[in-house]
């Protein structure tokens, strides 16, 4: 039996399937009522099931590894450790892959809006980093007025999904903090999406100006929008649909990837133009960054990159910046309505 789930797992891995079979019986198909359901139970419960069900394996585990022991030689016990070990990786794998990691493997989001690589310049990018200068410019005063609330983001978000051909849209999951809070400030990670009870995470040193943009991020993921650039497309859509909070957060993060994406000179001009209570707040944002640990972040930034890869994000971690070229060859409506191509 150990053998079977192996095997089962490798060639889960490593099947070749195509892209157009997982985005109709999967992303379209089974996932959608899966993940309602799953992230209902789960916004029951005001703590993370994911720190339940880490600290109920890892005694599982131990337990196991004792009774291993207690009734082997040396030898004998290490060899059954080593079969176990993978056995539960592969078991865990599969969970993992049927729950929510064969979004990787969807359409990309490219091949379904109207994508044209030639508008990606540099000139259009210092239009979009003008617009975002202006957008969060005229919504600095609106978003320090008032704090973020989930509830007022969850028709946008649904809207967003709307826009993007879905027909059945994702349930919100609750924001919730886990015991993985200080590992979250130490590596500088704003939140996460929990695969196997499909909750949301979020890092609670996140600055309320950040919450919107971050939380319609970990949406995104549950709606299936697995690619980190993906995501934050998604996120971004949906806070341009929002209250002037969610406004303010969408565009000042999406300021943040124009920004670093252009050469100095064009990033400095942009800068000089941002209102000093917004400059403020991303002065805020970088000291958040760099209060983390500097090997921890390195460290869980290599280990996130070579997750990505695995799951077939060939960007890796540079995923999240990608965003900028999905936004600037795609085709807009007036009010920032994508267009949807063919394999939409």
Known sequence: ??????????????????????????????????????????????????????????????????????????????????????????????????????????????????????????????????????????????????????????????????????TETARPGRPKRSVLGLYFRWAAIDGMTDPFFLEVILNPDVLPIERPFVLAHEWAHLAGYADESEANFVAWLTCTRGDSVAQYSGWLALYAHVSGALPRDDRRALAERLDPGVRQDLIAINARILRSAPVVRRAAQDVYDSYLKANRVERGILSYDAVVRLVLGSRFEPGWTPRIGRAG
């Open 1 to 166: 039996m150990a053998a079977v789930i192996v095997l089962a797992a490798l060639v889960a891995l490593m099947a070749p399937l195509p892209s157009s079979t997982i985005e109709a019986w999967y992303s379209r198909g089974l996932y959608p009522p899966l993940q309602r359901a799953l992230t209902a139970m789960s916004n029951l419960a005001p703590f993370a099931l994911l720190d339940v069900a880490a600290l109920a394996a890892l005694a599982a585990w131990v337990a196991v590894v004792v009774g291993i022991l207690r009734t082997n030689r040396p030898a004998g016990a290490l060899a059954a450790i080593a079969v176990r070990l993978v056995v539960f990786t592969a078991v865990s794998y599969l969970v993992f892959l049927a729950l929510w990691g064969l979004n990787y493997r969807r359409i990309p989001l490219e091949r379904k809006l109207d994508f044209d690589q030639a508008l990606v310049t540099r000139e259009a990018a210092r239009t979009l980093g003008s617009e975002a200068v202006r957008v969060v410019n005229a919504t600095y005063a609106g978003a320090h007025a008032a704090l973020p609330q989930p509830a007022s983001l969850q028709p946008p978000f649904a809207a967003a999904q709307q826009l993007l051909g879905a």
